[in-house]
């Protein structure tokens, strides 16, 4: 019996772990990632100039690393087409996204395993398009990829853990972070992280992490605000300094609680957002919480293609690396009976009470109150906030039609879900099937040159 071949879409730690589990079970695997090397967001590091202690798990990458030695690693790969069936077919153009002229492939497979992961969500904010705002994720890639810092004088803003790490990295590389700025209060991350904390004692690593992130932020003396959020961003040519505000428990600004913060650079981080393009794309079916539905063994709803990571629900790289495994067993037709199921399943429940902490810091929807009618919200588009006030209820079509907002090279990754909260409404942004660019002589040019 011939071998089962896999295709892995995205290589992060889901898809790494995928992957491994997959050549180990003895399938014939292929990993596209459109990264120039494998990684993902966690482990997106050079090897001679990011920090040391910056590199976390590092063993465990290298290991992956080493067990993709018996599967076919593509990087610089832009998936732009799916095509479910028996066998599922995967459509990529290799090669540098702003290359003339790229390489097409058809792979064909008998299992898919999309692990696409996330990317930053950003709320927008007055002056949020001025030099010197990146999210977050962008900020600490700058880190631990080229050891810039993002500024000299950076404010770190939003929700959640990642806000930690982002510090860390900033300050590692000789930036100053002036203030972090949490969405949540005190009170909210004690009550949320506190509940029954014995369900954390099985991820002790992350209590490790986060001594070393505190220990940082006492290290360099950087304030951080909870229960507040940057509201304005000031400059002229580029960032001058922010406006830090008291918000309540929805999101809404507090009057009279406003400070003006001096800095040069601002990181922005509200949260995550899967990048469901391929999945929806490959026809899996997608929960009311816009996340891929998955079964015990990362199956989705459609035949052959499994999900793992961020996609599933956001839950850290652990979570990811135990959903990748087992979805890398499952697509080579391991039996769910085998017992190598039994660690990454252990793992995946381990993690699940981590994830769902996440939801502590779950954005609140007076948000809105820090906008005013000039604020850019379609960043593509330079579509204002009073663009969308004016729009009135019409059907998503016509808004995207006549605001133009989702439209532009980002096709309403950045700013769709931002529209909708303004609006009230879904508009559907992120169920729009594009996986990425694609020129019309490269479409003209595609054909199947690589078969099996």
């Known amino acids: 019996m011939s071998a089962r071949r896999v295709v892995v879409i995205g290589a992060g730690p889901a898809g790494l772990a995928a992957a491994s589990a997959a050549v180990k079970a003895g399938a014939e695997v292929t990993l596209l990632d459109e990264g120039e090397r494998v990684g993902g967001q966690f482990w997106r590091h050079h090897p001679q100039l990011t920090d040391p202690h910056l590199q976390h798990q590092t063993a465990r990458f290298r290991m992956l690393q080493d067990e993709l030695a018996g599967a076919r690693v593509v990087s610089s790969a832009t998936v732009w087409r799916i095509d479910p069936g028996a066998p599922l077919r995967v459509h990529a153009l290799v090669g540098p996204a702003d290359a003339a002229q790229r390489r097409g492939e058809t792979i064909s497979a008998d299992a898919l395993v999309i692990a696409t992961g996330a990317h930053d969500r950003v709320l927008p ?39 930690l790490p982002v510090a860390q990295s900033i300050g590692r590389v000789g930036g100053e972070v002036v203030e972090i700025v949490e969405a949540a209060t005190a009170a909210t991350i004690l009550r949320g992280w506190g509940r029954r904390p014995w369900e954390l004692t099985s991820a002790a690593g992350k209590a490790g992490e ?20 940057v509201t304005r961003i000031h400059g002229g040519s580029s960032v001058e300094a922010v406006t830090v505000q008291r918000i309540d428990a929805d999101w809404r ?4 609680t406003a400070r003006t913060v001096p800095c040069d650079s601002v990181a922005l981080g509200h949260g995550f957002t899967p990048r469901l393009e391929a999945a929806i794309q490959a026809g899996c079916e997608i929960g009311s919480d816009r996340f891929v539905r998955v079964g015990s063994q990362q199956d989705t709803s459609v035949r052959g293609v499994y999900a793992a990571g961020e996609i599933t629900g956001i839950g850290g790289a652990d979570a990811a690396l135990a959903e990748g495994a087992v979805a890398g067993l499952a697509a080579a037709g391991v039996a769910p009976a085998d017992l190598r199921y039994r660690d990454p399943l252990a793992a995946r429940r381990r993690m699940r009470a ?95 040159d690589r078969e099996g």
């Open 125 to 163: 904010v007055p002056g949020w398009t001025l030099p010197g705002v990146t999210s977050a994720g962008a900020a600490q890639a700058l880190a631990k990829r080229d050891a810039v810092p993002l500024g000299a004088h950076t404010v770190v803003a939003g929700a959640g853990p990642f806000l």
């Open 253 to 256: 600004p507090i009057d009279g």
């Open 354 to 448: 981590f994830a769902a902490r996440l939801q502590t810091h779950r954005i609140g929807s007076g948000w809105t109150g820090w906008l005013d009618a000039e604020t850019i919200v379609c960043r593509c588009e330079s579509v204002r906030k009073g663009a969308l006030d004016e729009y009135g209820d019409g059907s998503s079509r016509a808004l995207r039609l006549s605001t133009r907002a989702g439209l532009g090279p980002c096709q309403g990754r950045t700013c769709g879900r931002s529209v909708e909260d303004i609006l009230g409404a879904q508009v559907g942004y992120d169920r729009r099937p594009v996986l990425g660019s694609v020129r019309i002589g490269e479409l003209a040019a595609a054909r199947p």
């Open 210 to 229: 986060l001594a070393s992130y505190l220990g940082s932020l006492l290290a360099h003396r950087t304030p951080y605000r909870f229960g507040s959020a």
